[in-house]
């Protein structure tokens, strides 16, 4: 598979008041998500869009424990490298921190409490990636959108206006957590006031894109499933759904292991070797599966 050339960001700090006292001595992203760690659902919805260099930027006390967690990502055909946000300084803060490692090149970020799930969601986020030309949100219509980010589009079909958290929305159509932007992005992001929290907002970053005329929206349907989990009962409700469609399937959602095998990133001997290197028997019989049972389709078919 040929893709274009981005980078990713994982944001995975925060205070995470809405979990407490669930979260005062572990990081949110630590947590489980039904049999996997929450950063996992992040981090392969980037990599199913092909993106193989990732920064993880999570606060001084859970840093280390995420590293720990992921390695460097070598294992996957993958490079990870971690930085530590001292303090919530907003979403648009992470770019400021990740200058470095963004360089010269486009980025695409996510939130770290992110879960997507669909049909859609490998082939969307490759065509985002590859076709980019400012800035593309991705949004997901929600029954109640008070709490989000909510963008409103005109006729055509083409967005006219983001509020951050309306009273009175004027869609259902929410801005999710997950965000492709261009090299520009740096530079946006470190010109930003702090709003009234103090906070770089991604709101106000991405309505500077829509001034320009160089924000795109790419709205997930039916087929899709975005979840924040955000408080116990979304937390509770994310493990419940994965936990529905793997044992109905009889697939892993946000495999990292299965990921990087069907991309094309490791070889059947590695993801052998991955197995092999497991304790827990459930997941490395299920690797050791994918090995001897590829797909129909072919291996490196992304879903």
């Known amino acids: 598979m040929n893709f274009a050339a981005s980078k990713g960001i994982v944001l995975a700090g925060g205070r995470n008041l809405r979990l407490h006292p669930i979260t005062i001595a572990v990081s949110k992203q630590l947590l489980p998500i039904y049999d996997k760690p929450m950063v996992y659902y992040p981090l392969t919805t980037l990599m199913l869009g092909g993106v193989r260099e990732i920064l993880i930027i999570s606060t001084p006390k859970d840093t280390p424990r995420l590293k720990e967690l992921l390695g460097d990502g070598s294992q996957w055909g993958m490079a990870l490298s971690y930085a530590v946000q001292d303090e919530p300084k907003g979403l648009a803060h992470a770019f400021v921190i990740g200058r470095d490692f963004v360089g010269g090149d486009p980025v695409t970020l996510i939130l770290g409490d992110n879960v997507f799930f669909g049909s859609e969601l490998a082939l969307k986020t490759q ?44 869609s259902n159509l929410a801005v999710t957590g997950l965000y492709v932007y261009d090299n520009e992005v740096v530079r946006i992001a470190e010109s930003l006031q702090p709003s009234t929290r103090g906070e770089l907002e991604i709101t106000d970053l991405n309505r500077v894109y829509l001034r320009r005329g160089m924000l795109d929206v790419v709205q997930f349907g039916r087929g899709m499933a975005w979840l924040d989990t955000g408080t116990p009962e979304s ?42 290197s497991l304790q827990g028997r459930g997941y490395a019989d299920y690797l050791h599966d994918l090995v001897a049972n590829p797909d129909a389709d072919g291996k490196n078919d992304a879903y």
């Open 127 to 170: 065509q985002a990636i590859a076709n980019n030309r400012g800035a593309t949100v991705f949004t997901y219509p929600v029954k109640d959108p008070r709490g989000f980010g909510v963008l409103t589009h005109d006729a055509d079909g083409r967005p006219v206006d983001i509020e951050e958290k309306p009273a009175t929305p004027k």
């Open 235 to 276: 937390l509770l409700e994310a493990s419940q759904f994965v936990q529905t469609i793997e044992h109905r399937q009889g697939l892993k959602v946000a495999c990292p292991e299965e990921v990087a095998w069907r991309m094309g990133w490791i070889t059947d001997g590695e993801l052998a070797a991955l197995a092999d």
